[in-house]
């Protein structure tokens, strides 16, 4: 019976003709029966070694940048080192210190 053949059908006809179209939606939102990927294995293994080649680049990306920050803090600390030596060379002893304070004062002296 379809839908539109309601007219003169009895109470239990009508009923039954929604059901049938209440199933038939119905129908349509139950899940097909999937049909089994025969590549899916192979995509996974495919996806792994991906996955393990872009982690190596990557490591190995990790690796040349914290050799270059090694290098760069070793060339930063020899310079500063460098440069305390010199400061510490130019600096004056305590005693070539105080021989120039006293000539200064000697001479303050002697002009007064």
Same mark, same amino acid.
């Given at each position: #019976?379809? #839908?539109? !053949?309601?007219?003169?059908?009895? $109470?239990? &006809?009508? $009923?039954?003709?929604?059901?049938?179209?209440?199933?038939?939606? $119905?129908?349509?939102? *139950?899940?097909?029966?999937?049909? @089994? &990927?025969?590549?899916?294995?192979? *995509?996974?293994?495919?996806?792994?070694?991906?996955?393990?080649? /872009? *982690?190596? %680049? =990557?490591?190995? +990306?990790?690796? /040349? =940048?914290?050799?270059?920050? !090694? +290098? /760069? @803090?070793a060339e930063t600390a020899a310079?500063?080192?460098?440069? @305390?030596?010199r400061k510490r060379a130019k600096a004056?002893?305590?005693? %070539?210190?105080? &021989? =120039?304070? !006293?000539? =200064?004062?000697?001479?303050?002296?002697?002009?007064?």
């Amino acid at each position: #019976m379809a #839908m539109n !053949d309601t007219k003169g059908a009895g $109470l239990a &006809d009508r $009923l039954k003709t929604a059901a049938e179209a209440k199933q038939a939606l $119905l129908a349509k939102f *139950r899940p097909k029966p999937a049909v @089994a &990927d025969p590549l899916f294995a192979e *995509r996974g293994v495919e996806a792994a070694a991906e996955l393990k080649a /872009v *982690r190596a %680049e =990557r490591q190995a +990306a990790r690796t /040349v =940048r914290k050799a270059a920050a !090694d +290098a /760069v @803090a070793a060339e930063t600390a020899a310079a500063a080192g460098q440069r @305390a030596e010199r400061k510490r060379a130019k600096a004056p002893t305590e005693a %070539e210190a105080k &021989d =120039r304070r !006293d000539a =200064r004062y000697a001479a303050r002296k002697s002009r007064q």
